[in-house]
């Protein structure tokens, strides 16, 4: 079965801090995506940073980075420079290339500290 | 701003009523999925569909259903409910003429609650 572990269900960072928040997927396959996604409270999901699993280059976004390790299977993100608004759920998530159906890990909370 | 709208945001309803929860995108997306989420849960996909009149269950069995009819409307249909159908529900969309696996564009959620 494809699976997406995240093992922190809670995290909490000073603001103006950098924060790594991990996931682990299990696969077979080796044509695959993998995202992180943000669920504000009380706000819709949005994407913050997608991977295609074929490059080895690390995504990045602004503030928002990867750590794409692919032998360990593991998409751990990194977020620098804390804010407030980045206070969410944050799910690690994957589909694969043939499949296109996005599977979900469980989140985790971050807490951003004033 | 949302591009895809979900109706109602919050829905307390009574055992065996039946219930529809809208889903429409403005996008244009082919590719349009309902989730189920549970308080500290994961995302579990119920159902989803690649066009109109194209609709397929998800990996979570659910004993609702869903209609394609329009391209920009995807609603979602318990014929009745029961307190086990307690959960958040979310409307995604996706642009199937785009790169492969596009991600998702997620409209806000209905809270249901089924007492």
């Known amino acids: 079965a494809q699976t997406v572990t995240q093992s922190q269900p809670e995290m909490s960072v000073q603001e103006a801090e950098t924060v790594t928040l991990s996931c682990t997927y299990d696969?077979?396959?080796?044509?695959?995506?993998l995202f992180w996604y943000k669920q504000p409270p009380s706000r819709q999901m949005i994407l913050v940073i997608r991977?295609?699993?074929?490059?080895?280059q690390n995504a990045t976004e602004n503030r928002f980075s990867v750590n794409f390790q692919k032998a360990a299977k593991s998409f751990s993100l990194k977020i620098s420079d804390s804010q407030l608004g980045d206070a969410a759920m944050y799910f690690c998530?994957?589909?694969?290339?043939?499949?296109?159906?996005?599977?979900f890990g469980k989140g985790t909370r971050l807490h951003i500290l004033p | 701003e949302a591009d895809i709208y979900q109706t109602p945001r919050y829905l307390v309803i009574g055992t065996g009523k039946k219930i529809t929860l809208e889903c429409s995108q403005t996008?244009?997306?082919?590719?349009m999925y309902w989730y189920q989420q549970d308080p500290g849960m994961e995302l579990h996909l119920i159902h989803y569909?690649?066009?109109?009149?194209?609709?397929e269950k998800g990996d979570l069995s659910s004993e609702s259903t869903v209609s394609r009819i329009r391209t920009e409307h995807f609603p979602l249909t318990l014929e009745s409910a029961r307190p086990s159908h307690t959960s958040q529900y979310l409307c995604?969309?996706?642009?199937?003429?785009?790169?492969?696996?596009?991600?998702?564009?997620f409209g806000n959620g209905t809270r249901l609650t089924v007492t």
């Open positions: 995604a969309s996706s642009d199937a003429g785009g790169r492969p696996n596009s991600p998702l564009h």
């Open positions: 696969t077979s396959e080796s044509d695959y995506y």
């Open positions: 991977q295609e699993a074929y490059k080895q």
């Open positions: 998530a994957y589909s694969l290339r043939r499949d296109d159906k996005i599977i």
């Open positions: 996008m244009g997306h082919d590719k």
């Open positions: 569909s690649y066009g109109v009149n194209s609709t």
